[in-house]
C-alpha cells in the first residue's frame, strides 16, 4: 500500500516562505508523476504545480508562477513545493498527488496525501 504524507505547511504571515514536502512509502515515487494541488475553504481543489518523473520538467498555475517551486528527490522518495512571497490568497489545505500524467485535472491521479493546511495572514 502506497502512502503520502505531505509536511512542511503552518501559519506565516504575507510575504514569508514554507517548504512543504511529501514523502512516500510503499511503492517507488519515481514510477510518477508529482504534484501539488490546494483547496480553500468553499472552493474547488486547484491545480498548483507538476513535476515530470525524471524532474526535468516542470508545470504551474499561472498565480504561483515565480513565487513557487516544485522539486522531487527520487534517490530520497520525496517530493517538494517551495513557497515564496506567500499572499493570504494561498492559504489552502495543499495535498501532493501521484499518478501517470502530468496533467492539471485532480481525476487523472491515483494516489494523494491527507494535505497539510497552510494559513498566510495579512
Known amino acids: 500500500q502506497v502512502l503520502l504524507v505531505e509536511s512542511g505547511g503552518g501559519l506565516v504571515q504575507a510575504g514569508d516562505s514554507l517548504r512543504l514536502s511529501c514523502a512516500a512509502s510503499?511503492?517507488?515515487?519515481?514510477?510518477?508523476?508529482m504534484a501539488w494541488f490546494r483547496q480553500a475553504p468553499g472552493k474547488e481543489r486547484e491545480f498548483v504545480a507538476a513535476?515530470?518523473?525524471?524532474?526535468?520538467?516542470?508545470y504551474y498555475v499561472n498565480s504561483v508562477k515565480g513565487r513557487f517551486t516544485i522539486s522531487r528527490d527520487n534517490a530520497k522518495n520525496t517530493g517538494y513545493l517551495e513557497t515564496h512571497s506567500l499572499r493570504p490568497e494561498d492559504t489552502a489545505v495543499y495535498y501532493c498527488?501521484?499518478?501517470?500524467?502530468?496533467?492539471?485535472?485532480?481525476?487523472?491521479?491515483?494516489?494523494w496525501g491527507q494535505g497539510t493546511q497552510v494559513t498566510v495572514s495579512s
Open positions: 498527488a501521484a499518478g501517470r500524467g502530468a496533467t492539471p485535472s485532480p481525476d487523472e491521479y491515483l494516489l
Open positions: 513535476i515530470d518523473r525524471s524532474g526535468s520538467s516542470t
Open positions: 510503499g511503492r517507488t515515487l519515481s514510477n510518477y508523476v
